[in-house]
């Protein structure tokens, strides 16, 4: 069974770091592209990283400089470092990837609450 499933979300201090982690396992494939996405409470979800082939990376304004996507090929493993987290990064992050075969995932996501 093919399941993408991330981890690493908890509750964290404003300022403080959290390193999230997006795992495809049960495929032969390998990750061509990945995404994180966030949807804060009452607000509609957004992209916030991506990472695309080898190494091209994009991140939305609001992160760019705090938050690093990365990937580990050999795991199938997706990662997402957020540094100088604040408030306004509370939300729900879900990852969502396409294999090389074209094949796309979904996570259910985990939550992140940054809160003094």
């Known amino acids: 069974q093919v399941q993408l499933v991330e981890s690493g979300g908890g509750l964290v201090q404003p300022g403080g770091s959290l390193r999230l982690s997006c795992a495809l396992s049960?495929?032969?494939?390998?990750?061509?592209?990945a995404n994180w996405h966030r949807q804060a409470p009452g607000k509609q979800r957004e992209l916030v990283a991506r990472?695309?082939?080898?190494?091209?990376?994009n991140y939305a304004d609001s992160v760019k400089g705090r938050f690093i996507i990365s990937r580990d090929n050999a795991e199938n493993t997706v990662w997402l470092q957020m540094n100088s987290l604040n408030p306004e990064d509370t939300g729900v992050y879900s990852c969502?990837?396409?294999?090389?075969?074209?094949?796309?995932?979904w996570g259910r996501g985990t939550q992140v609450t940054v809160s003094s």
């Open positions: 969502s990837l396409i294999t090389g075969a074209g094949r796309p995932y």
């Open positions: 049960g495929s032969s494939d390998s990750i061509y592209a």
């Open positions: 990472i695309e082939g080898g190494s091209t990376t």
